[in-house]
Nanobody, 124 residues
């Protein structure tokens, strides 16, 4: 079992930056691949990024490549999403999730544990 709590959301102007954090409690955090998802109003949830157990492998959807960076600190049981050059279309509730495998995955169904989400609003 893993419990996940996100923080760091808020309002930012287009072009700005935000850093989301996800704190995990439970056992063997370093055995889980982690992912960041988002859900905009009226849209389905989509995966944004994934990171493997060690942090050595990361994947991103095309729309956030070169703008977002996912990282993790296993010693602190945390995973982060650094978001830069934010756009209005990045506005969504962002969720972190844990997959019961060590390899990074962009398949949403492979994630078993979810946080409650944090709102990110990009607007002028």
């Amino acid at each position: 079992q893993v419990q996940l709590v996100e923080s760091g959301g808020g309002w930012v102007k287009p072009g700005g930056s935000l850093r989301l954090s996800c704190a995990a409690s439970g056992r063997a955090f370093n055995m889980y691949a982690m992912g960041w998802f988002r859900q905009a109003p009226g849209k389905e949830r989509e995966i944004v990024a994934s990171i493997n157990w060690s942090g050595g492998t990361t994947y991103y959807i095309d729309s956030v490549k070169a703008r977002f960076t996912v990282s993790r600190e296993n010693a602190r049981n945390t995973v982060s999403l650094q978001m830069t050059h934010l756009k209005p279309e990045d506005t969504a509730v962002y969720f972190c999730a844990a997959a019961q495998q060590s390899s990074a995955t962009m398949i949403g169904d492979e994630y078993s544990y979810w946080g409650q989400g944090t709102q990110v609003t990009v607007s002028s």
